[in-house]
């Protein structure tokens, strides 16, 4: 009888595969149950190899989980170049894209359920008219049909959306499928429904949020051509559609796409991949693309669509700096700001108010000695939220109660300090009593169907205040916004990160492209303490191409990324003697190489999460083939080390955050 060798992946951080044997022929892809110490787990088959030198504790497959391969070929490529490139335990990157319910022992299984839905025009669903620049570019970008990434660089407003809908109908009128990606969850609903009003045929969304069924549902519809059009985060990048036409990344610059736990991947990026793979197009769109992506345009490698107008043919909003320096802010707005606003409202207009901070206040602390509310086991100072009665740790959301008097000192003169979106929005119901005050933020769009309802409210409200974190921020139709308010940019425009200046003016402009969509008068007022800052006056001309040129040559001339490639090794344990022996170990370890520049041990913000310490290193190359090699001789070092058994450690390859 013959007996095959197979090796097999399994769903922890460990970096490399078990080799089981059995006496079936086994698809690379397929999900197997194995014994593995004294449980049974299921595992994924990565290849079938040759007979081992050793068979000594061989064990045997138990069984084939699956009549159906979980990972067929494309996505199978795409995961094991996904786990070389962010250097990444394979059997991890695997697990992060099967539904929750497939990754465990149970009663499912992947099956044909059987159903087809009938994809179709609504012819109800009017068509717009396209504007001459949406047609040009539609016709141009209906000819890409193999490989070749093309960024739709339109301004806010300039009918993207429209074009994706059009661009998605070839592809489904093809019999293909179509994978819509977009940052953010609260993103999903619009355009679903702006797809659903479209196609007469299921939209499949898949995202965090969703139950497992939910989730599972979609995925084994998605694989066995039940549904054809799916928008979803980056979780569903490498969602198993049939015979899939074009993948369209929607808000291509936004960092959300980045998972910034466990495994560290870009969504954008990885679909990029997927779509090489597949040798299908991919549609990037934004309004502010990232700095990679504009260098790939100048090289060549990507092609560029331009929509210079909006529809609606208005032009864009003024952005106004206005100096608080010597003004008092009350809920954080200043009181010129607080008449603007008046003024807005009294013609019966919408505001949006963009505060980077929820909850009501940021420091809770004690007016008599100095005390502030700290989280017992992380580097944080608590958030009074007044809604709940509670102060909150925003690094591991644990709950404390509200102290009426100080721990320390016994005064009862204890107080809020600093401003959050809670805050501003009673400052502005109590000076606005009749206007519908609408927040968004993590805490209000929680809830299923909420960010629904926000949209209703805003819709049927006349004048209306809406307040938010960035979530306001990104690619939301608020037709009815005039006066957009940001309360403070200035943490951002002075953040020493290397791409902050990318970052807050990618923010402003998004936001600002919220305002003005019914009105030639729209503006954009930022509230700041530097009015004559270099870079806010480049930012004020709201014109995205002329800062990120700037932004492109200050990068060359560090030789920072895009123009170089950097990782950072993080390193997390209870001990932050334990933390910094390691990092040193691995820095002396590289210390001697040319081609690299390493910083390092560095404390990471924040310093402690959950009573684990935290630290970094940063390791830069100019080439991201040198870099591979480096990562990959560190990781066989490591690996070797005692001193890694008491940490926990991973690479973020490409990040967006360097502390
Ligand atoms: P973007 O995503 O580029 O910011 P949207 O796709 O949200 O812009 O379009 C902005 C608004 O313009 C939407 O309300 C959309 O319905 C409308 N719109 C888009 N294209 C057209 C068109 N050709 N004619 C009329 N209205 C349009
Ligand atoms: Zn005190
Ligand atoms: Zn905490």
Known sequence: MNIFYYDIAVGLPLRQCFTYKSKEVIKKGKRVIVPFGSKSIVGIVVKKIAKPKSLKGLKEIISIADEHSCFNGSIFEAITWASDYYHHPIGEVFFSFMPTLLRKQNDKIIIDLDDNTEYKLNEEDKKLKLTKEQNINLSKLNKVEKFSPSLIYGVTGSGKTEIYLQLAEKFILQNKSILILVPEINLIPQLEKRFKDRFNGDIGVYHSRQTPNQRLKVWLRSKFGGIRIVIGT????????????????????????????????????????????????????????????????????????????????????????????????????????????????????????????????????????????????????????????????????????????????????????????????????????????????????????????????????????????????????????????????????????????????????????????????????????????????????????????????????????????????????????????????????LNDKKNINVTGPLPSIPLKIKGNTRNHLIIKSDTRTYLNRVLNYLTYEIQTWPETKKVKWSYDIDPYDMS
């Open 234 to 589: 980056r979780s569903s990048v490498l969602m198993p559609l049939k015979n899939l036409g074009a993948i369209i990344i929607d808000e291509e610059h936004d960092q959300s796409y980045k998972q910034a736990e466990g495994f560290k991947f870009s969504g954008r990026d990885l679909a990029i991949k997927r779509a090489q793979i597949e040798n299908i197009p991919v549609f990037l769109g934004s309004a502010t693309p990232s700095l990679q992506t504009l260098k790939l345009v100048k090289e060549k490698k990507f092609k560029k669509f331009d929509l210079l107008r909006r529809v609606d043919g208005k032009k864009p909003p003024k952005l106004i700096p206005l100096d608080i320096s010597d003004s008092p802010l009350l809920g954080g707005i200043a009181i010129e700001t607080m008449s603007i606003i008046e003024a807005a409202i009294n013609k019966g207009e919408q505001v949006l108010i963009f505060l980077n901070r929820r909850g009501f206040a940021p420091l809770y602390e004690c007016d008599n000695c100095g005390w502030v509310a700290k989280c017992s086991s992380c580097e944080s100072n608590l958030v009074f939220h007044k809604s709940k009665n509670r102060l909150i740790c925003h690094q591991c959301e644990s709950v404390y109660g509200v102290n009426k008097t100080c721990p320390d000192c016994h005064s009862n003169e204890i107080n809020t300090l600093g401003t959050g979106t809670e805050r501003v929005e009673e400052v502005l119901r109590s000076t606005f009593k009749k206007v519908p005050i609408i927040r968004m933020d993590y805490d209000s769009t929680r809830l299923k169907g909420s960010i629904e309802a926000i949209y209703e409210k805003a819709n049927t409200s006349k004048e209306a205040i809406l307040v938010g974190t960035q979530m306001l921020s990104k690619g939301h139709d608020f037709p009815k916004v005039t006066l957009c308010v940001i309360l403070n940019a200035d943490g951002g425009l002075l953040s020493p990160e290397i791409n902050a200046i990318e970052k807050i003016s990618q923010q402003l402009i998004q936001v600002s492209g919220r305002a003005g969509r019914n009105n030639n008068l729209a503006k954009v007022i930022i509230q700041t303490r530097y009015p004559n800052d270099e870079n806010l006056k480049q930012i004020k001309t709201g014109d995205y191409r002329l800062v990120s040129e700037q932004c492109l040559k200050n990068s060359k001339a560090l030789n920072m990324p895009p123009y170089s490639t950097v990782a950072i090794l993080r390193v997390t344990s209870p001990s932050p003697e334990s933390c910094y022996k390691f990092l040193d170990k691995a820095n002396n370890l």
